[in-house]
């Protein structure tokens, strides 16, 4: 569609108008219920999901998701906390190595040695694929 409009100059100017639709985010602040913001929660932090595509498909801020976080976990938040992933505590120990035993039978006993002093030994029960497997390693 085009309008022609007049000036008091006598000269004429031609204008498209149109239909113009605007697509994009909701602007402003929104409010989110406690209930939502633990659904959001939980599928923010379920196993296997991306974080900043919830972020996307919920039009939240990243920094909304872990204020919201922190808050569930103090409690803060209505309801029942969803089930978010937590770091665990872990401790690496020293194994002591198992006493040897003596043999109390030599017959189908294979000892192994290698060059440096590598020294494998197995008896006649010894699966076949797993003494392949660690003699690969060892040359």
Not at 21 to 39: F, I, M, P, Q, Y
Not at 73 to 96: H, I, Q, T, Y
Request: some cysteine; glycine content about 10%; hydrophobic content about 40%.
């Amino acid at each position: 569609m085009r309008e022609v409009f007049g000036s008091e100059t006598g000269r004429t100017s031609a204008r498209t108008t149109g239909r113009v639709e605007v697509v994009g985010r909701v602007s402003g602040r929104r409010s989110w219920s406690d209930a939502e913001k633990l659904e959001i929660l939980a599928e923010a932090f379920r196993p296997g999901v991306r974080v900043r595509d919830v972020i996307a498909r919920r039009e939240v801020s990243s920094s909304l998701i872990y204020t919201w976080r922190k808050q569930a976990r103090l409690g803060k938040l209505g309801g029942v906390a969803p089930a978010l992933p937590a770091f665990a505590e872990v401790r690496v120990a020293d194994v002591a190595a198992p006493a040897p035993q003596p043999a109390t039978s030599t017959s189908g006993l294979i000892c192994i040695e290698f060059p440096g002093g590598v020294r494998v030994s197995v008896d006649g029960s010894v699966d076949a694929g797993a003494l392949a497997r660690v003699l690969s390693v060892l040359r």
